[in-house]
């Protein structure tokens, strides 16, 4: 079992999507360079050889980077998902992924939750992921899930999360049960421009609205993925990391009226909010 230090997921991370072809692998190179640590992929980005190639090319040992990915739907079925995981690794030139996350749950809840967790516990007992995680799970799939595996195996909870939609019924649940929050649109896919407490928080700071929301997300302990295809973005989001908010700025962020959820395919799960 890998030791608590091993086991850490670095708060701040890299997301991948859309970062296609040799101008996806410049943005990750980047990326390494200003200081990211994890670089978050999925089997349905088509990223993977992408991080794959910026890995060989980055002059950091494999250790020092961690890689997340996470099995498509398409890959749940018996006997299907450590075959795909075994090709995910060829992708990234990896004997091993840092985390491997079930990217959603089944479409229309059509498989049951132990025909494809089981097979994610199965990869990790087998060595092609060191961590297990989930994405897009509500309380109750968490429940579930914790059920049938017991406490402590799900390192991590990947959901939609930013400070204008916060999530806060599952948020909640992972933090009562030592199970990483990590935000995806955690800058709201650009589009926290012009909200006027993210801006004079900013202001105070010097800071931008997307470093604010970042450095909020990590001052509540959850972990942060934002991306960018530009260089200045990519520093400039990863510098959020340096920036400490006053407990009023936190609270003054954590009272911002939710927004609608982003991402809500109609095949999703019953979502807490
Ligand atoms: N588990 C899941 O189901 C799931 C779902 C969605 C996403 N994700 C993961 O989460 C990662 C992040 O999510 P996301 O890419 O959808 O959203 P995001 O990181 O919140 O936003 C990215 C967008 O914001 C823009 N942007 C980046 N930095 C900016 C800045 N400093 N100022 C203004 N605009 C900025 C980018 O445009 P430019 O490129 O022009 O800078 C891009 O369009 C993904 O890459 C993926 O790894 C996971």
Known sequence: MAGEAEKRIPRMGYGTWA????????????????????????????????????????????QDVFVTTKIDTANFGPGKLLPSLRHSLDQLGVDTVDLTLIHWPSPNGELALPVYLDQLVEAQDAGLTRLIGVSNFTTALLDEAERRLGPGRIATNQIELNPLFKNKKVAVQCQRRDILVTCYLPIAHGRLAGNPVLQSIGARYGATVEQVAIAWELAKGYAAIPTSSRRERIASNFAATKLSLSPDDIAAIDALADGPRSIAPSWGPEWDA
């Not at 296609?20 to 190179?29: F, I, K, N, R, T």
């Not at 999925?42 to 190639?53: K, R």
Request: glycine share 12%.
């Open 19 to 62: 970062r296609l072809d040799s101008e996806g692998v410049e943005a990750m190179l980047a990326a390494l360079e200003v200081g990211y640590r994890h670089l978050d992929t999925a089997q349905s980005y088509g990223t993977e050889p992408m991080v794959g190639e910026a890995l060989r090319r980055c002059g950091l040992p494999r």
